[in-house]
């Protein structure tokens, strides 16, 4: 589901959280404000980064043990008993449609949503249907750019989006479109994926497709509530025990309810069949440990209620930093992933098939998957046919042949060859990021405006304005993104106000060797909050074709 309006400011001193029930027009309410690797690693040098401190740790505090969450990532639901039967297959006793009750109908032995916005209510055979914590199994199809979705803990209402409980987001592919009065800027893009606990935990990457018929499970154990697509596990939220500041955006809090499908609009028509619940026994959990908030919980948390795409884009799994640890950070924070393998000269993967192999290593896993491209050679080293396969491409500026002929690796003190002349030295390096930028069929320049240890203490003064345009202008005219690298700190504050003056898009990345260096955000989260980005500010994979991908068409 996603209709939204922006908020009034930034979330800093001065700004105004628009209240749960403010309706401000027909399409707003709160919840719908935004509707063995073969990867050789990253790079770092030994005295220019200072360790962060890592998010690994802080799964204790999460109540989420590596070895509990890999299980519940990779099996299903065991078989109970007292399963019941919510729809007959032919009518729709028991359940009550609000708005534009003709918007429901049966067909075929399934639940139609198709027509303007309405709300199929669960009543029950006495009216009074109600439930606390249960497991709840449905089968649903989605036809093209479909949206829709299934609320919890919810509760009667005559119109408008249920203010009550929560909604697992349907979604698999929906457009931009038009939300309240024609502005020039008023598209909405609904970045909540199918799985998505709306606005609270969100998925980003779609793991079903329109006109196909998918399972979706919801389990709710107060304080925990998770969710499946196709039987995997995508969102694993527990409540945290502590109360929000009061600036914070409104968080609904799990209790009792009863559940609702959802008609979004004239344009979305999905079909629900088998739907059917089981009852678990009431109250908390005693084994599941609810975790204390802190300031960058709140605000990724607010980040994702803003349609904000919290997606560390440049993740890898190397050193103990395995995809079951990767995973349970990322149900625990709502940081999604985006898995990037390095392709190159002096790399493992170094060719079509090794590239393939990574690929297929990780299908069905809920994350994006990149290719770092390494060095300049990496485009004579495959296929356009095999690296248009991954979800985008990204690359720095790191690697690249000076006018001397040596290869340079900024990152390596010994082979990040300066010269007498740093400043003829930032010429040629704003001239092959711009080069790289052009030619490179890349989605993200990441690990912007890094220089080497030698010249790390005079950024400020060795990127002026006039150098860090050019590369501004280079992303701006061939869409590519730049990354907020967390690890490294970098771009400047200053550089990404040129490029958001710029419409250039951004992205969350760390760039980690290990597990110790990656889970902390804070960096991306402060200058998105300083430099006033917002969803429309953000880039995130699968909403259009990549780079690669467009390139391979064009030449069909």
């Not at 105004?16 to 990867?39: A, C, L």
């Not at 249907?129 to 009667?156: D, I, P």
């Not at 880039?539 to 074709?545: L, Q």
Request: proline share 4%; net charge negative.
């Amino acid at each position: 589901m996603g209709v939204c309006e922006e908020l009034t400011g930034e979330s800093g001193e001065g700004m105004r959280w628009v209240g749960e029930n403010e309706k401000e027009n027909d399409y707003q309410n709160e919840g719908r404000r935004w509707k063995g690797t073969f990867d050789a690693g990253p790079r770092q040098s030994e005295n220019s980064i200072t360790p962060m401190k890592t998010s690994i740790s802080r799964l204790a505090r999460f109540g989420l043990a590596f070895s509990m969450v890999a299980a519940l990532a990779t099996t299903t639901h065991a078989a109970f008993g007292g399963w019941k039967d919510l729809f007959d297959g032919k009518t729709l006793a028991g359940w009550r449609a609000s708005e534009h009750p003709e918007a429901f109908k049966v067909a075929e032995g399934a639940i139609v949503a198709d027509g303007d916005r309405a709300h199929l209510f669960y009543v029950g055979e006495d009216g009074k249907a109600e439930f606390e914590n249960f497991e709840l199994e449905v089968e649903v199809k989605t036809m093209a750019h479909a949206n829709s979705g299934v609320f919890f803990h919810t509760a009667w209402q005559d119109e408008g989006w249920p203010a009550a409980g929560f909604e697992v987001q349907v979604n698999n592919s929906q457009k931009p479109f038009e939300v309240g009065q024609a502005t020039g800027n008023n598209a909405y893009r609904e970045n909540k994926k199918t799985g998505s606990l709306y606005g609270v935990r969100n998925v980003y990457r779609a793991m079903a497709r329109d006109g196909e018929w998918f399972t979706m499970k919801i389990k709710v154990q107060r304080p925990r509530v998770q969710t499946w697509v196709n039987d995997v596990l995508v969102t694993d939220y527990i409540e945290p025990a502590n109360e929000l500041p009061e600036k914070a955006p409104a968080l609904n809090r799990l209790g009792k309810g009863t559940f609702a499908l959802q008609c979004h609009d004239p344009h979305s028509k999905v079909f629900y069949r088998k739907v059917r619940v089981k009852k678990l026994p009431d109250g908390v959990a005693k084994d599941v440990k609810q975790p204390e908030w802190n300031e960058q919980d709140v605000r990724l948390y607010a980040m994702g209620k803003e349609n904000v795409p919290i997606v560390d884009l440049h993740t890898h799994l190397k050193g103990d930093l395995t995809l079951e640890k990767a995973l349970a950070v990322s149900r625990a924070t709502g940081m999604g992933l985006g898995i990037a393998t390095n392709g190159g000269q002096g790399f493992p993967i170094q060719n079509d098939a090794a590239a393939l192999a990574f690929l297929e290593t990780m299908k069905g896993q809920p994350v994006f998957l990149a290719l770092q491209a390494e060095g300049r050679e990496w485009m004579k080293m495959f296929t356009p046919e095999a690296y248009s396969k991954f979800d985008y491409i990204f690359t720095d500026a790191m690697t690249w042949t000076n006018k001397a002929g040596k290869r340079l690796r900024l990152w390596i003190p010994e082979e990040s060859e300066i010269g007498d002349d740093p400043e003829a030295f930032m010429e040629e390096l704003v001239e092959q990021t711009v080069k790289i930028i052009e030619t490179e069929p890349i989605d993200i320049y990441v690990n912007p405006l890094f220089l080497p240890d030698s010249l790390a203490a005079k950024a400020k003064e060795l990127w002026t304005i006039q150098r860090m345009q050019r590369i501004v202008a280079a992303l701006a005219k061939h869409r590519v993104a730049v990354e907020i690298n967390a690890r490294y700190k970098i771009p400047s504050e200053e550089f990404v106000r040129l490029a958001k003056s710029a419409g250039v898009k951004f992205t969350i990345g760390t760039n980690n060797t290990m597990a110790s260096d990656w889970g902390n955000w804070a960096y991306p989260v402060e200058i998105a909050k300083k430099t006033g980005l917002e969803w429309r500010d953000f880039w995130v994979p699968g909403h259009e074709a990549s780079r690669a991908q467009r390139l391979v068409a064009e030449k069909k």
